[in-house]
């Protein structure tokens, strides 16, 4: 008859057992569960970047992909090379910088081969077909891989553009007679923009502040998206002009030298076009009713008294819902009605002079 310490030994071996079986089983069931997560997440992102373009394009040609010269170009069998319009690469913010040695442009260009290169693609037009290089704008769609038994469906094409916009690969931007999809890829790139993925978690293509005006004008001629909210609209016969306040610049001391002194450019503005203005709506409002309203404005940095965006196509003007604006803790301020203070004026050379030679004792 076996004795009570061999039973209470067995008992301790066999609990053991069971909790270590307990343990693997739910370890199992865990990685399951990841896996099949990341499977959901994977394939939702692809479903997004596959649905069908419901904007009008006109049918291209099929070509193979023979190489990939950077985030944003490609070249054919043909020997000719393409943009993918509409989608911009993330240059780095110095231009003498070489684009190999600028992560983010590494990284896009690493995701755009993976996707296309010695793959068949479909191209489609939005507009004019070249730009002033000769190089072909079209949008891309890689054609899916057939096999005798598996016939490829056109529906599985995936669209390169909105592929490389929803990862956070590229910026949505409006190209001059060519940005028929603009409205479909803001929308990929908004997916990006808000999980923060690719180049939205690097500080170079962060959201601007309409009202740091000094600090947009040092961006002259690069692609920006700046947020803020309209002070003023002025509507004429030639455009509709939206105008931001710009933030309130320390007084320089009175003894500063004239030379140092420089003119503080106007507030950030955006010009539109009247039949693009009649044509944008958004929110169940016009553009002559975005006073006081916040809104994200994409395109290039110009200089006209001011750091100012051209609108060429009314979807580089989004409007910011209330929600988000009440999650930020923002409310629309009250619109200035008193004129801006004028620059200070400089002192003359002649009286700097005579108040330099004045002893600091005089009377």
């Known amino acids: 008859m076996p004795s009570v310490l061999y039973l209470a030994t067995r008992r301790i071996i066999e609990c053991n057992i069971e909790s270590m079986v307990r343990t693997h089983i739910l370890t199992a069931m865990t990685a399951a569960l990841l896996v099949a997560g990341s499977?959901?997440?994977?394939?939702a992102a692809f479903a997004q970047t596959t649905a069908v373009t419901t904007c009008a394009l006109e049918p291209g040609p099929t070509r193979a992909v023979t190489?990939?010269?950077?985030?944003?170009?490609?070249?054919?069998?043909?020997?000719?090379?393409?943009?993918?319009?509409?989608?911009?690469?993330?240059?780095?913010?110095?231009?003498?910088?070489d684009l190999s040695y600028w992560p983010p442009e590494r990284e896009a260009k690493a995701a755009l081969e993976r996707l296309v290169l010695g793959r068949s693609v479909t191209l489609a037009y939005a507009g004019r077909k070249s730009d002033r290089y000769g190089r072909m704008l079209a949008h891309v769609f890689v054609d899916p891989q057939s096999s005798a038994e598996t016939p490829a469906d056109p529906e599985n094409r995936v669209w390169v553009q909105a592929h490389m916009l929803s990862h956070g690969h590229s910026r949505a931007y409006a190209l001059k007679d060519s940005h028929g999809c603009l409205r479909e890829l803001v929308a990929h790139e908004a997916i990006a923009r808000k999980a923060k993925l690719g180049l939205w978690s690097h500080a170079a293509y962060q959201l601007r502040d309409a009202s740091r005006t000094m600090d947009i004008s040092r961006l002259r001629s690069t692609f920006q998206v700046i947020e803020g909210e309209v002070s003023r609209v002025i509507v004429s016969k030639t455009s509709l002009i939206l105008r931001f306040n710009r933030e309130e610049t320390p007084e320089r001391p009175t003894d500063q030298a004239s030379d140092d002194v420089r003119a503080v450019p106007k507030g950030f503005s955006v010009s539109i076009k009247p039949a693009i203005a009649r044509s944008w709506q958004a929110g169940g409002m016009t553009l002559s009713q975005l006073e006081g309203k916040r809104v994200q404005i994409r395109g290039w940095i110009e200089r006209r008294g001011g750091p100012a965006i051209e609108i060429i196509e009314g979807n580089q003007i989004e409007l910011v819902p209330a929600d988000e604006v009440d999650a930020l803790g923002l409310r629309p301020a009250a619109v200035a009605t008193e004129p801006e203070p004028d620059t200070p004026r400089r002192r003359s050379r002649k009286r700097k002079?005579?108040?330099?030679?004045?002893?600091?004792?005089?009377?």
């Open 353 to 363: 002079t005579e108040a330099a030679l004045v002893p600091a004792s005089a009377p």
């Open 39 to 43: 499977t959901l997440f994977a394939y």
């Open 67 to 97: 190489g990939v010269i950077d985030g944003e170009t490609i070249s054919l069998d043909d020997g000719t090379e393409l943009r993918l319009v509409g989608a911009l690469a993330p240059r780095p913010p110095d231009a003498a910088l």
